[in-house]
Nanobody, 129 residues
């Protein structure tokens, strides 16, 4: 089992940047595909970004392409989400998620929320206009 702890959220003006981090417990982090999702007030949780076994295997929601960058540092058991040019409509709680690939260190990015096994508590991002 893995525990996920997000950090880096906060209040930022429109057009600003934030970097979210998600630290995972456990010794097999490199066997987990990771994802970021967000949930705005009154809305369903939505996919933001996902990463496979290396930084070349990243997938982004169309709304964040070119502005957000997801990366992973297996030595630190951490994934990051660099968010630039933030918009007020991106105010939400941002969640980190992990999907375990048993017996494999080579796996794609996973965009389907239902396929993730573990979730963090979330970190609030507020973008003011």
């Amino acid at each position: 089992q893995v525990q996920l702890v997000e950090s880096g959220g906060g209040l930022v003006q429109a057009g600003g940047s934030l970097r979210l981090s998600c630290a995972a417990s456990g010794r097999t982090f490199r066997s987990y595909a990771m994802g970021w999702f967000r949930q705005a007030p009154g809305k369903e949780r939505e996919f933001v970004a996902a990463i496979g076994w290396n930084d070349n295997l990243t997938v982004y929601a169309d709304s964040v392409k070119g502005r957000f960058t997801m990366s992973r540092d297996n030595a630190k058991n951490t994934v990051y989400l660099q968010m630039n040019s933030l918009r007020p409509e991106e105010t939400a709680v941002y969640y980190c998620a992990a999907r375990h690939y048993s017996g494999s260190y080579y796996f794609p990015a996973q965009i389907e929320e239902r396929k993730y096994d573990y979730w963090g508590q979330g970190t609030q991002v507020t973008v003011s206009s």
